[in-house]
């Protein structure tokens, strides 16, 4: 039995050989790859193949033969740059555009600035119920958008806002904050007060991240609190600054929920409000996904021309910043 036993369990008979040093760095080097793959397919099936597909529906287009009855009779044929000609003319997305720009300059200025003021109080030694606070800037966030729009539409309205009522008992003048100019104030509020408490969040990291001494030598040399914040806060949470711009651009140039959802209220938001709301309604309303595919490349272009022309606008300025 001994002997049995040691021929079984030997080196010479071990089951489980150690493997080569170079089979073990091929499997060393495979192993990230492998756990890459979840995440590929996702990307693949969730991003990269809907994107693909919406660009080749975009060289697209119907071709009606005869009245459009019967078998045969509409068929899909290639459009070439026909779509984009005629999106890149239509005066209504280009109407949209304008619009969201006049968003944009209202909601991503008042944004950045009310997240940086917040971070600035909250990252002070004098602030009380700093979590407390902190929770209360962000909780907005959390809220999703269409509840968000639907709270602050119902708070617009002047039958059933109590606000109207409270101006109404004053003899205050009551704005219809849902029609005209109004409008858009009505509209950046409502981004204002969900996106700011995340842009917070981000510079209030990145001010937390800032070494103690270097607050301590500023308040040796005799800086005031007002010194420290404008002089060394705020340019060194400028990439953090610049972080949430980018997206905040990104944001704004989406902008869908909020009008989407304030339209029943009023007869001021059409159906081609934004960009984005063009698009779904040529694609779900009048049902030309060909033309709604084209005007979807064309947004994501000009998001990503402005987005990648920002970023190197910004880190051109960072090294000529470095180099002095």
């Known amino acids: 039995m001994t002997s049995a036993r040691r021929k079984s369990y030997g080196v010479k008979g071990a089951p489980y050989a150690h493997p080569s040093p170079t089979t073990t760095l091929k ?107 902190r929770l209360a800037i962000f909780l907005p966030y959390a809220i999703p958008g269409v509840v968000a729009a639907l709270l602050w539409g119902f708070l617009y309205l002047p039958d059933v806002s109590p606000f109207y009522y409270v101006l109404e008992k004053l003899g205050l003048p009551q704005p219809d904050l849902l029609d005209g100019g109004p409008l858009y104030l009505a509209l950046s509020n409502i981004a204002v007060w969900g996106g700011t408490g995340f842009n917070m969040i981000v510079i209030y990291t990145s001010l937390r991240s800032i070494p103690a001494e270097v607050y301590e030598a500023a308040r040796l040399d005799g800086a005031t609190p007002t010194q420290i914040a404008l002089r060394i806060k705020i340019p060194m949470v400028a990439p953090s600054l610049v972080l949430t711009f980018f997206f905040s651009i990104i944001a704004t140039l989406q902008v869908f929920n909020e009008p989407t959802t304030l339209k029943p209220l009023t007869n001021s938001v059409s159906t081609t409000w934004s960009p984005l709301m063009k698009v779904y309604r040529d694609a779900f309303g009048t049902g030309d996904i060909y033309a709604a595919a084209a005007q979807a490349v064309i947004i994501a272009l000009a998001t990503l021309l402005l987005s990648f022309g920002f970023l190197r606008a910004a880190n051109r300025r960072q090294k000529q910043e470095a180099a002095r």
Do not use: Q
């Open 27 to 133: 499997r060393a080097r495979s192993a990230p790859y492998f756990f890459l793959i979840p995440a590929t397919i996702l990307f693949a099936l969730f991003f990269a193949l809907p994107i693909g597909y919406a660009v080749w529906l975009s060289f697209r287009k119907v071709h009606v033969s005869g009245l459009g009855l019967g078998k045969g009779a509409r068929t899909e044929v290639w459009a070439g740059l026909e779509n984009y000609t005629d999106a890149l003319t239509d005066s209504e997305l280009l109407n949209g555009a304008l619009r969201v720009l006049g968003y944009g300059c209202i909601v991503v200025p008042v944004m950045l600035g009310l997240a940086l003021l917040f971070a600035l109080m909250l990252d002070s030694d004098k602030v009380r119920f700093t979590p407390f606070t």
